[in-house]
């Protein structure tokens, strides 16, 4: 009898849940209802199973609260929060990859412009300014550093939540799965 190979992707815990993502009367947030169907659609599709990571905001400050920055969230102790959710994933990478019927972690999918989950460009403070700016979210930081002192090397991809980026960021996902 063989033995079936799984894939699986790491995913953003708003890309399975926007009930997580900031919230408020007069807020800016871009938000949909459910799940980001774009990338679960491309996940189903190519029989990749989702990996919900942990949402540092939603873990330590709830809903409703205003969006903020990664400025906004630099603090010890949210830094230190996303460390012990990149330290639980690796170790769950680490299962799947070495388990008794490894699996194949094809990707880990990130929101674009998250203070704690982008991977390419995040949002920062310049000049009093919410600003775009290259560089990723606080949790994505922990978990690359984590992997990298493990010796874990999977593709990283951000995905935007504007639909004309956003169309880009899905065209990759696919190249990668």
């Not at 007069?26 to 029989?47: F, K, P, Q, S, Y």
């Not at 949210?78 to 170790?91: L, W």
């Amino acid at each position: 009898m063989s033995k079936q190979h799984n894939k699986v992707a790491f995913v953003s815990h708003c890309i399975l849940n926007q009930a997580t993502r900031a919230e408020w009367v007069g807020g800016m947030a871009r938000r949909e209802t459910g799940m980001l169907r774009n990338i679960v659609e491309i996940l189903l599709d190519n029989g990749i199973g989702a990996i919900q990571l942990g949402c540092p905001e939603f873990n330590l400050y709830g809903n409703p609260r205003q969006p903020r920055s990664k400025d906004g969230y630099d603090t010890p102790a949210f830094i230190d929060h996303c460390r012990g959710i990149a330290v639980g994933a690796c170790d769950l990478m680490e299962r799947y990859i070495k388990g008794e019927t490894p699996s194949t972690i094809v990707a880990i999918i990130g929101v674009e412009n998250s203070p704690s989950c982008a991977i390419n460009n995040v949002s920062r403070i310049v000049e009093g300014d919410d600003v775009n700016l290259p560089g990723k979210g606080h949790l994505m930081e922990a978990l690359e550093a984590e992997m990298i002192r493990r010796g874990i090397d999977i593709p990283m991809i951000g995905v935007s939540l504007n639909h004309e980026k956003q169309k880009e960021d899905l065209s990759r996902l696919k190249q990668i799965v």
